[in-house]
């Protein structure tokens, strides 16, 4: 079973720049960006910055991206990699 994390961040807030990268932002418990004092950066495979406890929440799983129709981050879905069997076939990772 996976596991879906909404983005919480305001929708104007979910875009930011370092230097001459643009980043998507991320998090699923703050709502407003500004107050957030240390980022935790992602470069692959999307540039994305997040606060500490969502990037807890997230490191050392495996993880995708959910975007919207402009290309923005909606959400993230963990995934538990567990195995499933369908009626003898071969098994289908979720």
């Known amino acids: 079973m996976s596991i879906i994390l909404e983005n ?17 932002v991320f998090s699923h418990c703050i709502e407003d960006a500004s107050t957030i004092k240390k980022w935790v950066g992602i470069t692959r495979p999307k540039h994305v910055l997040i606060d500490p406890e969502t990037y807890e929440k997230l490191r050392n799983n495996r993880i995708e991206w959910k975007f919207d129709k402009e290309n923005t981050i909606t959400a993230v879905v963990i995934k538990d990699g567990a195995e499933r069997k369908v009626s003898g076939e071969v098994p289908v990772f979720t």
Do not use: M, V
């Not at 919480?8 to 998507?24: C, G, M, S, V």
């Open 8 to 24: 919480t961040i305001l929708p104007e807030q979910r875009f930011a720049k370092r230097n001459k990268t643009e980043y998507h």
